[in-house]
């Protein structure tokens, strides 16, 4: 049953929010509020089209193409358009680069705002109270829990998103990666390393 | 005065572990993604901006016991009730029981490609000079608000230093309370970890946010 919080609080819960977004759904599509067509399209275009290997792009190109990366941090949002990435939740776009001395990290401690265009919809974690009460006050402890650990000598910026410039984080191209296509870069880029919660992949040792 | 957010959380006593995920989880229950896409066609019909959205989401009384597509489907009910869209009558037993209200828009399949694209940009001309310029020592506000703001409690009554001014952006403090969007000039305002948590703070933390021209006084 719906309120059997005791014995199934997560099952029930589940269940509940299910019955109150069919109830929702139904109402507004029985008012003409919404066009139900008009969901999955939107459902559809966040699963399959606007995500994280979006901003890989980006980054993969900033890597290969200075005139691309200077031009990304000087003006993101219309580097990042001229690879086609535009729109809600990315219209005032700043990029900001790690060095070998600075790492920067992205947080919205007031909700969650979070760069869609090129990076999809944010993850659980970077939209969870401990990320958001913890990244400005103790990034390093954060960065601790995705397995990174930055020498104390490298400063750390953190940005928060209070406004509507989003931030992407440009992490530092890594060694070994001399010879590897745009495509094979991108592949290496995470999204967590975009945020600055993690680096990019390492190339696989050569076969 | 009486509004509360309790979505403020920057620096608050919460010492949780953060969960990694993996980049494909995207929901974690078939309703999550219809809370979302519900959330998003509300919002494309005019009936209220973002600004009210996270107005009306930050003050749910039990936002921080709430999943954030929760929050999100809660939010909506509130704007929806509170715009006499739909009653909650309606919401309880899952039918339309009265006659529609009437939205500006309604969002229609063939035109979520292009209004996705096109977002809401929020830059306008601005009329006034900026009163601060980069590297210019400001404090922030630190008096209550008593409405819907973006200075989070972290970093009021601060000194930072203007590292980059943004251009003149709809003022989301005026915008989330029907006020119109009275755009300001926006800063990217930089303050030391010291400043901000004292001796508690970490190595080498420097902290910014964007900030609009009310929340800020000079230095001096």
């Known amino acids: 049953m719906a309120h059997d919080h005791d014995q199934h609080p997560e099952h029930s819960e589940l269940g509940e929010m299910d019955v109150r977004v069919r109830a929702l759904r139904t109402v507004l599509a029985q008012k003409g509020y919404i066009d139900p067509a008009a969901l999955d399209v939107l459902i559809e275009t966040y699963e399959t089209k606007i995500g994280p290997r979006n901003g890989a792009r980006v980054i993969a190109r900033a890597w290969v193409d200075p ?37 920067n990290v992205v947080v919205c401690t007031l909700c969650s705002c979070y760069p869609w265009p090129v990076l999809g919809l944010p993850p659980t974690w970077y939209k969870s109270a401990p990320y958001r009460a913890r990244a400005v006050k103790d990034p390093r402890g954060v960065l ?43 592949s290496l880029v995470t999204r967590d390393s975009m945020i600055g919660c993690g680096m990019p992949k390492a190339p696989e040792a050569p076969r | 005065m009486s509004y509360r957010s309790h979505a403020d959380l920057g620096g608050q006593a919460i010492h949780d ?9 995207l929901f974690h229950a078939p309703w999550e993604r219809q809370a979302l896409a519900l959330t ?51 919401l309880t037993q899952g039918r339309m029981l009265r006659a529609a209200g009437h939205v500006p828009q309604v969002l229609r399949a063939s035109e979520v490609g292009a209004t996705l694209s096109g977002g809401s940009p929020t830059l306008r001309s601005g009329t006034l000079p900026a009163r601060f310029a980069v590297g210019d020592e400001v ?77 800020l006084e000079p230095v001096r």
């Open chain 1, 67 to 103: 005139v691309f990366r200077e031009w990304l941090l000087r003006d993101a949002t219309a580097a990042i358009a001229s690879l086609g990435y535009t729109g809600r939740q990315g219209e005032h776009m700043v990029a900001v680069e790690n060095t070998d001395s600075r790492h």
């Open chain 2, 139 to 215: 404090r922030t506000r630190s008096a209550e608000f008593g409405h819907h703001t973006r200075l989070p409690r972290y970093a009021r009554g601060k000194i930072g230093r203007v590292e980059q001014v943004r251009g003149v952006h709809v003022f989301a403090d005026a915008h989330a309370q029907g006020k119109g969007e009275q755009p300001q000039w926006l800063y990217s305002v930089v303050f030391s970890g010291r400043e901000l948590w004292g001796d508690a703070t970490t190595a080498g933390l420097s902290v910014s946010i964007d900030a609009w021209e009310p929340y």
């Open chain 2, 17 to 25: 572990r953060v969960v990694p995920e993996e980049e494909g989880e």
């Open chain 1, 144 to 186: 601790t829990d995705f397995g990174v650990t930055l020498p104390e000598s490298t400063e750390i910026r953190v940005w928060d998103s209070t406004a509507e410039v989003r931030y992407l984080v440009v992490p530092c191209r890594p060694a070994g990666t001399e010879g590897m296509s745009e495509d094979e870069l991108a």
């Open chain 2, 40 to 90: 998003l066609a509300m919002g494309a019909t005019g009936m209220w901006n973002i600004d009210m959205s996270r107005s009306a989401r930050e003050t749910l009384p039990d936002y921080r016991s709430l999943t954030y597509y929760q929050i999100w489907a809660k939010g909506l009910e509130k704007l929806l009730t509170e715009h006499q869209l739909v009653g909650t009558d309606e």
